[in-house]
């Protein structure tokens, strides 16, 4: 006896579909790494006069708020740095060019470096003057604060005498192994963290 059979309506394979999970359909297409997805683009219109588009009745917007934006720049060899934001410059020098191995006498080099960021304070029409000294953790962290602190002093002892004249305050620390900017692990990461930061406020 020969059976017969009904073809199967769309709808009927739409509820088998969703009755049995069973996706039915050809396999996507795997998409490479260098191709982007395409952005998802609202192609609509706004409608301006949407009440979804107005504030509940009592309330208001929030202040403005602008983000502090940070730009770095820094040398080939990664020996100093810059770093400006809407509100603040701060520089940062590595120890090996401003000082002998553990020494906080400043070297000629140094000298011509500070006189750069004198010149950048005045330009900047700075009041007030961070200068803040960093060590790496080899040797017990006693005389890396000790050190830190006199390197930090040195800069500022010769920022102050770049702008005789000018009434700064100078704020100095010494930090020692504190706030590492990388690995202690490895003499580059060392090197780096070995360094002279000063800091002061932009003009408005």
Known sequence: MRTAYRKRTPALLL??????????????TAL????????????GKVDVNDPDLKLPEGKTLAAPKVLDIKTVVGDERGTEQREDSNS???????????????????????????RQIAAEIEKQQATHVTVA??????????????????????VQRELNEDLSGSAITFEIRGYGEDAPVASNDT????????????????AD
């Open 133 to 154: 000294g960093f060590t790496d953790d080899l040797g017990s962290a006693e005389h890396g604060l000790k050190l830190s602190k006199e390197r930090a002093n040195a």
């Open 88 to 114: 603040d410059v701060k520089f940062q020098l590595q120890a090996e060019v401003l000082f002998g191995k553990d020494s906080a006498k400043l070297s000629d080099v140094a000298n011509d470096r500070i």
């Open 15 to 28: 509820s088998t579909v969703l009755a049995t999970g069973v996706t039915i359909g050809t396999a996507p």
């Open 187 to 202: 003499e580059a990461g060392r090197e780096k963290n070995r360094r002279v930061e000063v800091s002061f406020p932009r």
């Open 32 to 43: 490479g790494d260098d191709v982007p997805p395409a952005p998802s683009v609202f192609i």
